[in-house]
């Protein structure tokens, strides 16, 4: 069974920078695809990025693109999401999943395994 750990997250001012981490521990393989997900209070569930494990196709959203980067290092089997100049609208709690296909889908339901979630909180 596939299971996904979230970190990195927590309380910074508008203009600053956070990375998370996203591991990946179990049942794990190169086909799955790695996404990013964040949902701000009250709001729903909303895709940020996403990377395809084997073939490296990246998707963004148009409100992080240019501010957040998706990575991935494989040996660790880990991905990470830069988030730089944090607005506070990215306030959220943001999840890490794993689609089982080689892929790199934005839409949530197509995503099998989920990690807990970590806090961002952008507040000056």
């Known amino acids: 069974q596939l299971q996904l750990v979230e970190s990195g997250g927590g309380l910074v001012q508008p203009g600053d920078s956070l990375r998370l981490s996203c591991v990946a521990s179990?049942?794990?393989?190169?086909?799955?695809?790695i996404g990013w997900f964040r949902q701000p209070p009250g709001k729903e569930r909303e895709f940020v990025a996403t990377?395809?494990?084997?073939?490296?196709?990246?998707n963004y959203a148009d409100s992080v693109k240019g501010r957040f980067t998706v990575s991935k290092d494989d040996a660790k089997s880990t991905a990470y999401l830069q988030m730089n100049s944090l607005k506070p609208e990215d306030t959220a709690v943001y999840y890490c999943?794993?689609?089982?296909?080689?892929?790199?889908?934005?839409?949530?339901?197509?995503?099998?395994?989920w990690g807990q979630g970590t806090q961002v909180t952008v507040s000056s």
């Open positions: 999943a794993a689609d089982r296909s080689w892929g790199a889908s934005m839409v949530a339901d197509e995503y099998d395994f």
């Open positions: 179990g049942r794990f393989f190169t086909n799955y695809a």
């Open positions: 990377i395809s494990w084997s073939s490296g196709i990246l």
